[in-house]
Every structure is written in C-alpha cells, then in structure tokens.
C-alpha cells in the first residue's frame, strides 16, 4: 500500500511505513486493517483523512483490496478572518470584518479616511513592513484572527501667505505639514490705524468677520498640493469723542465690527 501526501508531507516512521515526504509504503495482509497510519502536514490546510476511491480509510479500516493500491491524503484549505484597525483615521465607512482562503490574494481597498493624512497602505498587528500588492497567506492557521492596521503619513503642502497690507519680518511662504502652527506675528497699520490679525483664509473675503481663519494649517488636499492663504484683519482702535448738548446724562450705542459699545 502507498500513501499519496498529495503535496502534504509525511514525517519519517520507520516502525510502520517506509519513506517519507511525499509518499510512504507499507505491506498489509489481505483481510487485516491498515494499522497506524501517518498524519501529514499541509501548510495551510487541514488534514481530513486517508481516501481510497471515495472511501475513508482509518486505521481499524479492513484491507479488502486484493492488489497493490494508494491512498491519498485530503485536504481542506484553511481559513482565516481579518479585521481592520482605523489606526487613528477620522471619518469614512467602517469596514467589516472578511474572510480570506489560504493561498488568496488579501490586499483590500481602504474604506477609512484620515483628515490631512495620506493612506500609505496595511501593516498585521501594527508590525513590519507595509503589505504590497499582490500579499496572501496572513496567516496558515485555520481559524485565525489577524488584525490590519492602516498606516497614514502626514501630508505637506506648499503654501504662498497674502499678507493683504500687512507685514512679517521673515519670508513665510514654504511647506507646512497638516495642522502644523501658522506665522501669527504680523502687524497692520496704515493712516495711523492699527489692525488685529483674524487668522488665514483660503479665499480672499471682503468680510473679515465671516471669514472661515485658521492658525494651524488646514486640509489643501493631497499630498504636495499647493494653496495661498489670505491674512484676515479687523481695526483693532479708534478714537472716539462724543460731545453732550447739555449736562444731562445721555445712553449712545455705539456698532462697531467687534461688538456693541
């Protein structure tokens, strides 16, 4: 008789079967059983048995066949589960757990989005290197749990500053990391009127005060992309006389773009 590991390989027995690796050999008397028989291993498949035809051979199974045959192992790939880790990202659609076959290609579109981040790709439990395309075989092992981290990298962009009137004492324009703190120490004065500075805008609005500013670095947009932001301003003094028509006291309100005085 001839065990077929059927690209599984058979460990080395010398006390029941002859040979190992792909195939062992083994004389059994007619009408006797198959003894012990060897279990082989399969990287990434779970041995189900010994098949002769489409019987199941085990070791109390009675040797009917009157000519030399083979048996040959079966083999039922493994599976595993994989969840994906967000990895700090802030928005996008959740992405569900999958299931992947051994010998399958595993490399998912990402589904998670991460505010001035640029998805880089997939690292297993956060470790080594970045999976390429084309990567299988996460893990050999039937049942298996493995978690995928998305791996991000800050974006940079190149960012032109309109002063608008406005001065600085060094050149700012130049590439700035999401979120990264913006030159805030600039001054304004013209005619004798001083200025406050607001913040950033990314468009040139005539109304200050309903500008959307930022003193930290907004999302441009992918990575390397190029913005040129406006300063924003709003008088920051002014004289004001009031004279009384008489010596009674008197209520004035007084609209000014910060408030109610």
């Known amino acids: 008789v001839t065990l077929d590991a059927n690209a599984g390989t ?11 690796g792909s195939s062992a050999t083994k004389t059994i ?20 048995g010994w098949k002769y035809a489409e019987a199941t051979i085990d070791e109390t199974s009675n040797m009917f066949v009157s000519t030399s045959h083979t048996l040959t192992a079966e083999w039922q790939t493994n599976t595993y589960t994989v969840k994906f880790n967000k990895n700090g990202a802030d928005c996008g659609d959740l992405m569900a757990d999958m299931t992947f076959t051994y010998d399958e290609t595993v490399i998912p579109a990402n589904l998670f989005t991460f505010t001035g981040h640029k998805f880089l790709g997939w690292k297993v439990n956060n470790e080594g290197n970045i999976l390429t395309e084309g990567e299988i075989n996460l893990s050999s092992k039937q049942g298996a749990v493995v978690e995928l981290f998305a791996q991000w990298q800050i974006e940079k962009y190149n960012l032109t500053f309109n002063l608008n009137g406005g001065t600085i ?39 200050p005060a309903t500008a959307q500013t930022y003193t930290n670095c907004p999302d441009i947009g992918e990575d390397g992309a190029s913005a040129t932001l406006y300063a924003m301003w709003t008088i920051s003094d002014f004289d004001l006389t009031i004279t009384l028509s008489n010596s009674d006291y008197a209520t004035y309100t007084i609209m000014t773009e910060e408030g109610t005085v």
């Open 10 to 20: 058979i460990s080395e027995n010398p006390e029941v079967w002859t040979g190992s």
């Open 29 to 48: 008397t007619y009408g006797t059983t198959y003894g012990t028989l060897p279990v082989p291993t399969r990287t990434g498949y779970t041995f189900l």
């Open 169 to 207: 004492e060094l050149t700012i324009d130049g590439t700035y990391e999401y979120d990264q703190e913006l030159p805030t120490n600039l001054t304004k004065v013209i005619d004798g009127k001083t200025y406050r500075f607001l913040g950033w805008s990314l468009t040139n609005e005539a109304n």
